[in-house]
């Protein structure tokens, strides 16, 4: 099994002076989901970029089975990391099959096409993600789920070791979101480690074998969700009071409930 | 078209006889027609329709790469201002010399030096954003274009003014066997070059970095996209002045026939391309008694049925 990932004193600033985060430190073994939190802002997507080296560290390093990702090239990197992004516009309405089968572009030569091998995996791809029938569907013409169901395919065909996904259920709806993270689990179970940003604790709890909070450039809390996610840690990340259950019986695990301000209650009611 | 084209003009020529004169090139055949006949099929009309297809198939082929690249389909191949700085360079030629062949020259070295500076411009922390590049060609694109306006402000107005104008205007008129022979093989290389990556493009319109996260080195394909379709295009221009709207409608229409993916685009959009021009430059020198500067006609063209294509998208989103 491939795929242990050993992040060390990663650090990014865009200039010299200024530094998002740094200090960063996460191990990963195959398998295991990792779930980064943080309030807007805070620099999770920077992170994720530092991470697939799209953008370049200032110091520490990103090392996948023992090798350092640091010099290797676009190429290499993909056969190791997928990256699923947060949001993606086309400029062209390609169809489904199109952007799948994009894909497979570090596994084809410079000048080539892709060949129908190609082709059957990014199909594969999309049968793994329940959506053969989309293929020839402009990608215009997506919801919101459908369409990261699509880049989760298309990083699929690569076949990466690892997985960057960057708030996959941010725009969804609930039921998108458990359909995204039920993949996410899925994925995992067949050996791919991954690395997910996230708005919501709860996403912890229902994937993630490591959380991680990251704040005023620290990665705090970093530990098991269930011991991690306490209701101080959280009052100091979103500067809200939040309260975790452990629901008992068939579902056991815990959740987070949210607590409002008295004042905001009464107001809410009035209004209603 | 080629040969219907070929059979059209101010001296009437039979179809059959145009046919015959062609094949008379590759089989012997008995001549029935007089030399000038002869030399007005082969000498005038058969280099300006070879120069239209190079022209049409390049400008088409490179506005689909760019529209590509820059993840716009209101791009044209002269966004980074290969135009402005060909005319400059024409113009200045035209001013200094009267040489046909410095004004070539000139043209084109001109057109890809104002590429090379936008490029240069626009290249930040060893990248070159789309935006970028699209602004540094702008500013590009208007110096030489004030310069441009300055030289024919200066310029003599009864007889090198006038040929500055017309120049700039676009035209296949002055296009001979030796300029096709020279551009030839630049039009194959750099169109082979476009052909062979196409699929690539594909990848570069996701954006930048989307195309980082599938491997793609997207600086280096970039430059070699925007490389070949520039010369390509500088060539184009060189011999044949500013024909404009080209290389943004032909790809369209091309999108229409076989939709978005580069790998079928390209293609259909030379082909379409070549085969546009060759007809638009038949009715340019045909219409009317004297000839119609075809950068006119094409805009004329141009104009109303990218309206109509603008409309239809805009209904079918």
């Keep these: 099994m491939h795929g242990r990932i050993d992040i060390r004193r990663l650090a990014f600033g865009y200039t010299e002076r200024d530094c998002i985060f740094s200090d960063i430190n996460i191990l990963l073994e195959p398998g295991q ?42 190429n290499d990197i993909a056969g190791k990391l997928g990256f699923v ?70 990083a699929l065909t690569h076949s990466p070791k690892v997985l960057l996904l960057d708030e996959p259920t941010s725009h969804l709806d609930i039921g998108n979101q458990i359909k995204i993270l039920e993949i996410v689990n899925s994925l995992a179970k067949d050996g791919i480690t991954i690395i997910m940003a996230s708005h919501f604790p709860d996403h912890a709890f229902l994937t993630a074998h490591q959380v991680g ?51 905001t209650r009464t107001l809410v009611k009035e209004v209603s | 078209m080629v040969i219907f084209s070929l059979g059209c003009g101010r001296v009437d020529i039979s179809f059959v006889q145009t046919l015959k004169i062609l094949l008379s090139s590759v089989f012997p055949l008995t001549p029935d027609w007089s030399a000038t006949t002869w030399s007005v099929i082969m000498d005038v009309r058969l280099p300006r329709i070879m120069a239209g297809m190079m022209v049409g198939g390049a400008l088409s082929i490179s506005g689909a790469a760019f529209q590509g690249v820059f993840q716009n389909p209101l791009v044209s191949p002269h966004i980074l201002g290969v135009a402005a700085g060909a005319g400059f360079g024409a113009a200045l030629a035209i001013l200094l010399f009267d040489n046909i062949w410095l004004i070539h020259l000139t043209s084109f070295v001109f057109g890809l030096a104002s590429v090379a500076m936008a490029y240069t411009l626009s290249r930040v922390y060893k990248m070159t954003p789309v935006l970028m590049l699209v602004l540094s060609g702008i500013v590009v694109g208007s110096l030489f274009s004030a310069l441009t306006s300055f030289l024919k402000y200066i310029a003599d107005p009864m007889n ?134 075809i950068g006119i006609l094409t805009a004329i063209f141009g104009a109303p049925v990218f309206a109509f294509l603008l409309r239809k998208t805009q209904k079918a989103g």
């Design chain 2, 160 to 293: 090198k003014m006038p040929a500055i104008v017309f120049w700039l205007l676009g035209s296949l008129n002055h296009v001979s066997f030796k300029d096709i022979l020279i551009t030839a093989p630049v039009f194959i290389v750099c169109i082979s070059v476009l052909l062979l990556v196409r699929w690539r493009i594909n990848l570069l319109a996701m954006g930048d970095e989307d195309a980082r996260t599938l491997g793609v080195n997207t600086e280096a394909l970039k430059l070699l996209i925007i490389v070949s379709a520039t010369i390509a295009t500088a060539s184009a221009v060189c011999i044949s002045g500013i024909i404009g709207w080209i290389g943004i409608m032909i790809p369209h229409i091309g999108r229409l026939l076989v939709g978005p993916d580069h790998k079928y685009l390209l293609p259909v959009s030379m082909v379409i391309g070549a085969a546009y021009l060759v007809t638009v430059d038949t009715i340019a020198r045909t219409a009317l008694a004297t000839e119609i500067p």
């Design chain 1, 85 to 154: 992004p947060q949001t993606l516009v086309s400029a062209f309405p390609f169809t489904v099959a199109e952007i799948v089968v994009m894909g497979r572009a570090s596994q084809i030569r410079m000048t080539a096409s892709p060949a129908k091998k190609d082709r059957d995996m990014a199909m594969a791809s999309l049968e793994k993600m329940g959506i053969v029938h989309l293929a020839h569907r402009p990608c215009n013409q997506l919801s919101g789920g459908e369409w990261q169901q699509v880049l989760i395919a298309r």
């Design chain 1, 213 to 263: 909070i990251l704040k005023n450039g620290r990665l705090l809390a970093l530990g098991n969700p269930d011991d991690t996610l306490c209701e101080d840690v959280l009052f100091d990340t979103y500067g809200i009071h939040i309260r975790v259950l452990k629901v008992e019986e068939d579902i056991n695990r815990k959740i987070c409930i949210p607590v409002l301000h008295p004042h």
């Design chain 1, 33 to 74: 989901v990792f779930c980064l939190l943080g309030p807007n802002g805070s620099g999770k997507s920077t992170l994720l970029k530092c991470i697939m080296q799209l953008l370049i560290p200032a110091a520490g390093s990103v090392r996948i089975d023992g090798e350092a990702l640091s010099g290797l090239d676009a």
